[in-house]
């Protein structure tokens, strides 16, 4: 799921900029099945990262309303959805749906929260831990997952949470000097959006950088490898592009 919303996220960004309209069918495909392939795999916090974006670039940019890739973008998303629910495909999501509604707050967070007081009651098992943590990967070297229910038969490999994810690994010290770190990167997203005029590549990275980071608040995107290179390579990005602050 993660790796769909890497892709709309910055999709959306360069068919906006693009000005070859003959590029348009290709762009179109690519929503289409991007919708698909969300209401097949029932991934909450992936819909949920793209909402905040979206919401971003709205209220950033109020032409980005006018602009008809936005438009068509979210028409073959829900096209492509629809597809997966005409074919069958989106049991998952809805029974993902339906749990958030119906169950209580563990349930709905497919185990998490218990996931999430395992993990800090393991952090603050010594006063060693809660300042230094236990190296990368602690959760699965240190037996919190052994101790966990399963989630449709997997285990869980990292806690789902990242600020809970570095405390673990890296304990009070390391995690306030991560988050000092993409407090900056989130800094930089907030100009660009601020100073923004139009729904361009930048624009896209910010709102895309700042729904990534609510994203990990409930997944393994700074855990895996793949959203996590993509994560770097877009915080370079964006300290390179974006306006400097005054002084």
């Given at each position: 799921?993660?790796d769909?919303?890497?892709?709309?996220?910055?999709?959306?960004?360069?068919?906006?900029?693009?000005?070859?309209?003959?590029?348009?069918?290709?762009?179109?495909?690519?929503?289409?099945a991007?919708?698909f392939?969300?209401?097949?795999?029932?991934?909450?916090?992936?819909?949920?990262?793209?909402?905040?974006s979206?919401?971003?670039?709205?209220l950033?940019?109020?032409?980005?309303?006018?602009?008809?890739?936005?438009?068509?973008?979210?028409?073959?998303?829900?096209?492509?959805?629809l597809?997966?629910?005409?074919?069958?495909?989106?049991?998952?999501?809805?029974?993902?749906?339906?749990?958030?509604?119906?169950s209580?707050?563990?349930?709905?967070?497919?185990?998490?929260?218990g996931?999430?007081?395992?993990s800090?009651?393991?952090?603050?098992?010594?006063?060693?831990s809660?300042?230094?943590g236990?190296?990368p990967d602690?959760f699965?070297?240190?037996?919190?997952?052994s101790?966990?229910?399963?989630?449709?038969?997997?285990?869980?490999?990292?806690?789902?949470?990242?600020?809970i994810?570095?405390?673990?690994?890296?304990g009070?010290i390391?995690?306030?000097?991560?988050?000092?770190?993409?407090?900056?990167?989130a800094?930089?997203?907030?100009?660009?959006?601020?100073?923004?005029?139009?729904?361009?590549a930048?624009?896209?990275a910010?709102?895309?950088m700042?729904?990534?980071?609510?994203?990990g608040?409930?997944?393994?995107?700074?855990?895996?490898?793949?959203?996590?290179?993509?994560?770097?390579?877009?915080?370079?990005?964006?300290?390179?592009v974006?306006?400097?602050?005054?002084?």
């Open positions: 799921n993660y769909i919303a890497l892709v709309l996220g910055l999709g959306l960004g360069f068919w906006a900029a693009a000005r070859n309209r003959l590029m348009s069918p290709a762009w179109v495909l690519l929503f289409v991007a919708g392939f969300s209401a097949w795999s029932g991934g909450r916090g992936q819909l949920l990262a793209l909402l905040v979206g919401v971003l670039i709205l950033a940019v109020p032409q980005a309303r006018r602009t008809p890739p936005v438009w068509m973008a979210i028409l073959a998303f829900g096209i492509g959805a597809l997966a629910h005409q074919a069958g495909q989106a049991e998952l999501m809805a029974a993902q749906l339906g749990k958030s509604i119906h209580d707050s563990d349930q709905v967070s497919s185990g998490r929260v996931l999430w007081m395992a800090l009651r393991r952090a603050a098992a010594s006063p060693e809660l300042l230094f236990y190296a602690a699965s070297r240190h037996g919190i997952v101790a966990l229910p399963t989630v449709q038969g997997i285990q869980f490999a990292q806690p789902h949470n990242v600020i994810q570095w405390l673990l690994d890296f009070i390391g995690c306030l000097l991560m988050l000092a770190w993409h407090g900056r990167v800094r930089s997203a907030l100009r660009i959006l601020r100073n923004a005029r139009v729904l361009d930048p624009v896209a910010a709102a895309l700042l729904g990534l980071f609510v994203y608040l409930t997944d393994g995107l700074f855990y895996h490898l793949i959203p996590l290179t993509f994560i770097v390579i877009l915080c370079a990005y964006l300290s390179a974006a306006p400097r602050p005054p002084g």
